[in-house]
């Protein structure tokens, strides 16, 4: 009789309830995605449709469709700050990567002297831009500068590096290079602080060297970092504004204007709204693009 009724139970079909929503979530993120939509989608989609249009700070005259995208492709101003743009992006994001990687092995040690040098290397990242490019712009003045003085005390000639379009840039990147640094150096450092310890132990019982140690163990454990640090540093140093806009002006002949400043002088003093929209877009688009890239050969390495 039991065995009839559990047969016949079974066979009940049964009704399906529907899970109740759980509001408590979407309440949670629903502030930042307001935000989100706000300040970020919202403005993007409108730079976008102005890319499209012809006008002023005033207003908008008319839709040009792809004459502005157009227009650019002629500017050969255009084209120079593209080039400028990218190889300051060439000088300081695998010397960034590099040398982050660098500090963070150094000062992976649980002593009072790598917790001060580690607090010393982070503090220039606090600094605001225009402190940073004060300071700089004494080190390369050539009368009376740091360098400058290095320079007459070993008999040399001073150089003026923010006069000379082959040096501008460089001493820009050294700039950037030297406010920047600590960033990831902590990303790396909180990487190699998850490392087991057994996997060096083991290492050094099997014998192998320092050099066997970092390829083997290190540089593997924190492929990741590297990968999130490339990807953060080629968004952050596309769009580089400040540190020529105060220290050279995008000269000497343009040799340090990049693709923001010429943005912000379009759009602001020249008051071309839609072309310095669709100079943006092009920005947009090379910040995806790099970045995209480097994700996709860097996942591409770890499936291999």
């Known amino acids: 009789m ?28 629903a502030p ?27 207003g908008v005259e008319r839709f040009v469709g792809f004459e502005n995208f157009a227009r650019l492709a002629g500017d050969p101003i255009f084209r120079e700050v593209v ?26 040690f649980q002593t009072r002297w790598a917790a001060v040098l580690r607090t010393i290397f982070f503090s220039s990242t606090v600094l605001s831009v225009t402190v940073v490019t004060l300071v700089w712009r004494l080190v390369f003045l050539p009368d009376g500068g740091l360098l ?33 640094l600590g960033l990831p150096m902590v990303l790396y450092l909180a990487a190699l602080q ?6 060096y ?6 014998g192998a060297g320092r050099w066997r140690t970092l390829w083997s163990i290190t540089l593997p454990a924190v492929r ?24 050279t002006l995008g000269g000497p002949n343009n040799a340090t204007r990049p693709i923001v400043l010429f943005i912000y002088e379009t759009g602001w003093r020249q008051w071309e709204l839609g072309y310095a929209a669709a100079a943006a877009q092009v920005l947009f688009a090379m910040i995806m693009v790099a970045a995209m890239a480097q994700y996709f050969v860097s996942s591409r390495k770890e499936e291999a």
């Open 2 to 29: 039991t065995d009839t009724l559990s047969v016949e139970t079974a066979s009940i079909p049964k009704v399906k309830r529907r899970k109740a929503v759980d509001w408590d979530g979407y309440l949670f993120i």
């Open 32 to 58: 930042y995605l307001a935000l989100f939509l706000l300040m970020i989608v919202t403005p993007l989609l409108i730079g976008v449709w102005l890319s499209f249009t012809k006008g002023d700070l005033f």
């Open 83 to 108: 080039w400028n743009t990218l190889y300051f992006v060439v000088l300081t994001v695998p010397t960034l990567t590099i040398l982050g990687l660098a500090l963070a092995l150094a000062l992976n």
């Open 148 to 180: 400058g003085e290095i320079s007459e005390a070993l008999g040399q000639t001073p150089v003026a590096w923010l006069n000379d379009p082959q040096l501008a840039m460089p001493a820009i990147a050294i700039t950037t290079i030297w406010w920047c």
């Open 194 to 199: 998850q490392v087991p310890r057994e996997l």
């Open 201 to 206: 132990e083991a290492a050094a019982l099997d």
């Open 224 to 247: 990741r970092t590297t990968m999130i640090v490339i990807v953060i540093e080629i968004i952050l140093q596309f769009q580089l504004f400040g540190q020529p806009q105060l220290m």
